[in-house]
């Protein structure tokens, strides 16, 4: 899922400086579970924001509206009836999600509340960790499920570098060596010989030739 974290209230108050009358729109999947961005966190938000600016001496009008997925022009349907009578939409969500906003909703400015950081999943309570780049051609069938390019700090494709003390890393001792792991979980799985095999330098020209990826799929079209 996308992690995100909200922005500093001090940061969402400039953007909105001239606004009376905002919507704080936020999405109830993967910013919710990240704790950035769901029901809870729009009211938050809200309260910190009139509270500002009612120390300022002004006031200011709050919608707070939380869609499904705001990646998806279905679910901020609901975000429509509120547009003519604001002055901007704050949204937490992911990049995507402001940017459907702003796709879908190109008479009101969108302003992101959220700093979108990674791809990744919770690891403990309040704990979340990255475990994908989207480099666009994952190997993981060959590293045991552990990926190296996100977890490995050099993002080697043919590990380890040598340099790890304890089974930690050394660039930072406080993160496991993913070659390790993945060492540990071949030998388990009886599958050593997958990383025998030399790793070429993958194909990246999907990432790195400049545009946005596009994926189409005909037979899902209508
Ligand atoms: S808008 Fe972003 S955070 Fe919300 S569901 Fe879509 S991808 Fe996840
Ligand atoms: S110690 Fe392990 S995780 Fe760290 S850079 Fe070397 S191979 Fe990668």
Not at 1 to 27: F, Q, S, T, V
Not at 28 to 34: E, F, H, L
Not at 119 to 143: F, M, N, Q, V, Y
Not at 206 to 218: A, S, V
Request: net charge neutral; hydrophobic share 35%.
């Amino acid at each position: 899922m996308i992690i995100g974290e909200r922005k500093p209230i001090k940061e969402i108050l400039a953007m909105i400086k001239d606004c009376n009358r905002i919507i704080i729109a936020g999405c109830g999947t993967c910013v919710a579970v990240c704790l950035a961005g769901g029901e809870k966190q729009v009211k938050v938000i809200a309260g910190a924001l009139k509270l500002a600016r009612k120390l300022e001496g002004k006031e200011l009008e709050v919608i707070e509206i939380t869609v499904e997925r705001q990646c998806e022009k279905e679910f901020i349907e609901e975000i429509k009836p509120f547009i003519s009578d604001s002055d901007a939409i704050v949204s937490l969500a992911c990049g995507i999600g402001a940017q459907t906003l702003t796709e879908n909703y190109p008479e009101i400015i969108t302003y992101p509340g959220l700093n979108t950081t990674f791809i990744g999943a919770p690891a403990e309570h309040g704990i979340w960790k990255e475990t994908c780049r989207s480099c666009g051609d994952c190997l993981l069938g060959i590293t045991g499920g552990l990926c190296p390019i996100s977890r490995c700090s050099k993002s080697l494709l043919n590990g380890p570098c040598g340099g790890s003390k304890n089974e930690k890393c050394e660039v930072n001792q406080e993160i496991d060596c993913v070659w390790q792991l993945i060492y540990k979980r071949l030998k388990e799985l009886n599958k050593l010989d997958q990383i025998r095999e030399i790793q070429k330098p993958r194909e990246r020209r999907t990432k790195d030739n400049g545009i946005p990826r596009k994926i189409i799929r005909e037979d899902a079209m209508l």
